[in-house]
């Protein structure tokens, strides 16, 4: 079998969620159907909207002209603008005998009962504390609203899942007993909720503590203890937001103690720059020897130079310098350097454990030892983010539903995709001439606040359109040429017929206007009826002789176009033909008004020209046919402009 | 390539005279390259011819339909019953496909949309240039590759005549003087004395002057599988 091309961003996420298409809705004002692309495969919207690690960002073809589109914060921005509007997952039309148990209500576990319960299987979810979530609790709030966490596990349960509150399988009841109850599987997903240690002489000490509980006490509300002068040991992003806790909790002063050398710290270099920035000190490469007691409370940590942290073959193998010695007064230590699996759940049934304790399971069929007992997430594929535990509980879901209509347990099928090659030097130099600098929108670093509409909008306008654009229809391509002559790109090559090269082409659509054979279509825009439909506007009623025409780009403000009558919108007026424009006149507008973005805003810098010429066109047309209807173009006035005419007025 | 160029559709609308329903036929071949008569410019034809309508004329039907060669039957039958159902068919196809059409279809009126130009090649953005007339006596051997037939406003066989100036031909002043290219071909390759020789006269007889021209190839010998397969059926 090939393997399918998509968009790199796509590729890139663990649950392959379509961020350019989600941009691109966004960016035509589509929040609704954005909604719908986000969560087509990811039940935690709003939890990802915070706290995603983007790995779509990283591979965005945009970065390659200046930097990535910003989808995190668009898919932020779809959250907030739908907030308690926004729809919720389908309750199955038909319920199943078969029942299913999930043990853990983390991003895991919520994902595959809420797909074994939109199958129509009875779905319990056990959970240990009194709060679902599982880790996403242990992310610090001012990162991860709880409002964000309610709000998609909330979703998901109301499909008509059943969630047991503080019920510890393994305590209360037993894997194996709710097998024998009647389910039909269970799926353990209780994540990493126990922190590793390390044999530091001094641990046991009353302020030496674990970070997961630690954390987990904290955004539970549970009363904990913080220290004056707090020592967090670790490198990683947790210890960040540990640090960042602690500070919030009054420790006066925080350090994070980190073996690695700044380079090689595995928290995200911005997460170490917020941290600093609320006065985190980051001591690197220091090992910690042992904790100084005095009286039985910490006086201070003793520490130990590192040399190097890993071998020559990449290995974690830390060497030291025990020569190199400082202390570091503190009166609490906060240890952070990893998670483990809570294996509890396991006791009293018959699950098999290795010669090291951990869970016998098939990571390719998630099957434990038990027949019925299967393991996702964090407890079968280590420590990641919240989304990888979300692609894992669907894999995890599809074995089970398999399992309980076959009885054979298989590994899920893998689908074989590809993502999109980078933007050629060639096409990118192309690209670079046609955007001129004036016409980009100012790229989005990585933010914490809440985009606003406008910004939302043309942060969504610079997705590149991957594998959106062009398509021949070979069928019906004449071979003509004109699309090879025409595309700013160069993505046009002669075959056959005409074909459409993925890698560069960008969706500006002018291919598309001007076939003459109407052979080419674009990919996206076609999925919803092909955009030219939108200009099937209501006859004109009483005086509204007047047809506003707009691109949905245009970035006026004036969302109504300007007057009042009937408006329609279309992704970018160059792609429209001489026809879309007649079949208004034919239905009875007098005037057909077009709103096309401004010259120096288009999103496709190379609109303008092809505009003002099917303006042209239609005139010439309608002179001989209807002189009496007119076309007309209402450019919005440059934001420049206006200031440059106030400026002469004060001088 | 055959190059059309469409008529004014105030012309059009004249020839329909009382026709109620139309099809406008489009040719996915030459006619749809230079934008004359393919899929878009039928829909937009459709359009304008609707557009021109007056007040207190009778409604007429308008329906558009293309397919890939107006020339070959084949392709235009399955829109046979649509077409005998018209009044009248604009046909955009070349002057080959109207006639086919009118040889076809004994009921239906069939107006030309497009002016049949000229057998031509582009000639940069929305332009093409007419390069063969089509004469049926192919001597471009001895003019160095370019056709005086198609190109002279003269046709002149031994030129250049006295109006090549600059270049440029008397006749119109835009148009390149064909004789002028073909003289500076055959010095740039060194063989300007071959131009000296007399071009004799041609053969006009497999040009327009002996009527109707047609073209068999009985030594394909695939006249006699058709049959045969016909005959089976």
């Known amino acids: 079998m090939t393997a399918k091309v998509i968009p790199p961003c796509q590729a890139a996420c663990p649950v392959h969620t379509d961020g350019g298409r989600y941009a691109r809705l966004v960016a035509e004002g589509r929040d609704a159907e954005a909604w719908q692309v986000i969560c087509r495969t990811n039940p935690f919207p709003s939890v990802c909207a915070h706290i995603c690690q983007r790995p779509c960002e990283k591979q965005c073809r945009r970065a390659q002209l200046d930097a990535p589109v910003a989808l995190r914060a668009l898919k932020r921005f779809v959250v907030e603008r739908l907030g308690s509007r926004a729809p919720r997952p389908q309750p199955p039309t038909r319920d199943r005998f078969e029942r299913v148990a999930v043990v853990g209500a983390g991003p895991a576990g919520l994902t595959a009962a809420l797909d074994l319960r939109q199958q129509g299987f009875r779905v319990t979810v056990y959970e240990r504390l009194e709060r679902p979530g599982g880790m996403l609790n242990v992310i610090p709030r001012y990162r991860l609203p709880q409002q964000a966490i309610d709000a998609d596990v909330e979703a998901i349960l109301s499909t008509g899942i059943e969630l047991r509150r503080g019920c510890e399988i393994g305590r209360e009841t037993t894997v194996a007993e709710l097998v024998e109850r009647g389910c039909d599987a269970v799926l353990v997903a209780t994540g990493l909720s126990r922190s590793r240690g390390i044999a530091v002489p001094g641990f046991g000490a009353q302020r030496f503590v674990a970070a997961i509980p630690w954390m987990t006490d904290v955004w539970l509300g549970n009363k904990v203890d913080v220290g004056r002068l707090v020592a967090v040991v670790g490198g990683g992003n947790v210890a960040a937001d540990v640090a960042r806790t602690a500070r919030r909790l009054g420790a006066e002063s925080v350090a994070m103690i980190c073996l690695e050398s700044r380079e090689e710290m595995p928290a995200e270099p911005q997460e170490i720059a917020l941290a600093e920035a609320e006065g985190i000190r980051v001591l690197t490469r220091q090992a910690p020897r042992r904790i100084l007691n005095r009286d039985g409370r910490i006086a201070a940590i003793e520490l130990m130079a590192v040399a190097s942290v890993f071998d020559e073959r990449g290995r974690f193998r830390p060497t030291y310098n025990p020569s190199r010695i400082r202390t570091l007064p503190a009166d609490m230590v906060i240890l952070s350097i990893g998670q483990a699996p809570d294996r509890s759940w396991a006791r009293g049934s018959p699950v098999r454990t290795d010669d090291r304790g951990r869970i016998v399971v098939d990571r390719d069929t998630h099957l434990t030892t038990h027949p019925r007992v299967f393991l996702a997430g964090e407890s079968l594929r280590g420590p990641g983010a919240a989304i990888e535990a979300v692609a894992d509980g669907h894999r995890a879901a599809e074995v089970i539903a398999r399992f309980v209509d076959t009885g054979a347990v298989s590994a899920p099928a893998d689908d074989e995709v590809v993502a999109l090659e980078p933007f050629p030097d060639e096409a990118l130099a192309r690209l670079r001439a046609i955007r001129t600098a004036a016409a980009e929108p100012e790229p989005f670093a990585p933010c914490e606040p809440s985009l606003d509409e406008p910004s939302a909008r043309r942060e969504a306008g610079r997705c590149f359109g991957c594998l959106a654009g062009a398509v021949v229809d070979e069928t019906k391509c004449a071979s003509c040429l004109t699309c090879f002559r025409v595309c700013p790109l160069g993505a046009i090559e002669i075959a056959d017929t005409m074909v459409a090269d993925p890698v560069r082409c960008q969706a500006c659509g002018v291919c598309a206007a001007v076939c003459p054979a109407n052979a080419i279509r674009l990919e996206f825009w076609q999925a919803d009826g092909d955009e030219r439909t939108a200009l099937a506007a209501p006859p004109p009623r009483g005086d509204h002789d007047t047809l506003r025409v707009r691109c949905r780009h245009r970035d006026d403000g004036d969302p109504a176009g300007g007057g009042d009558g009937p408006a329609v919108e279309v992704p970018c007026l160059a792609r429209l033909r001489p026809v879309d424009l007649l079949r208004p006149v034919r239905q009875g507008y007098r005037t057909i008004a077009l709103y096309p973005c401004a010259a120096d805003a288009c999103k496709y810098g190379s609109a303008w020209e092809n505009i003002e010429s099917l303006a042209g066109q239609v005139r010439q047309i309608l002179a001989a046919a209807r002189p009496e209807a007119r076309v007309e173009l209402r450019v919005p006035e440059a934001a420049g402009q206006v200031a440059d005419a106030a400026q002469g007025d004060s001088a | ?233």
């Open chain 2, 1 to 233: 390539m055959i190059v059309c160029q469409q008529k004014p559709v105030a012309w059009i609308r004249e020839r329909l005279g009382s026709a109620r329903r139309v099809v406008v036929l489009g040719c996915g071949t030459c006619s749809t390259v230079c934008f004359a008569g393919g899929e878009r410019e039928v829909e937009e034809l459709c359009c304008s011819l609707q557009l021109a309508r007056r007040d207190g004329e009778a409604d007429v039907e308008f329906e558009g339909a293309t397919c890939k060669r107006v020339c070959d039957w084949e392709f235009v039958e399955p829109l046979r019953a649509t077409l005998e159902g018209a009044d009248a068919i604009v046909s955009l196809a070349c002057g080959a496909g109207s006639n086919l059409l009118a040889d076809k279809l004994e009921t239906v009126a069939v107006i030309p949309g497009v002016d049949t130009a000229f057998l031509g090649s582009n000639a940069g953005p929305e332009s093409w240039t007419e390069m063969c007339a089509a004469c049926g006596d192919c001597i471009i051997d001895q003019t160095f590759g370019f056709c005086p037939v198609a190109r002279c406003a003269k046709t002149l066989l031994n030129g250049p005549c006295g109006g090549s100036s600059n270049g440029k031909c008397e006749v119109n002043p835009e148009v390149d003087c064909v004789w002028a290219k073909i003289v500076e071909r055959a010095r740039a390759l060194g063989r300007l004395a071959e131009l000296e020789r007399i071009i004799p006269p041609k053969d006009w007889s497999a040009a327009r002057h002996g009527g109707q021209r047609s073209v068999r190839r009985e030594d394909l010998g695939l006249h006699r599988l058709f049959t045969e397969e016909l005959d089976e059926v």
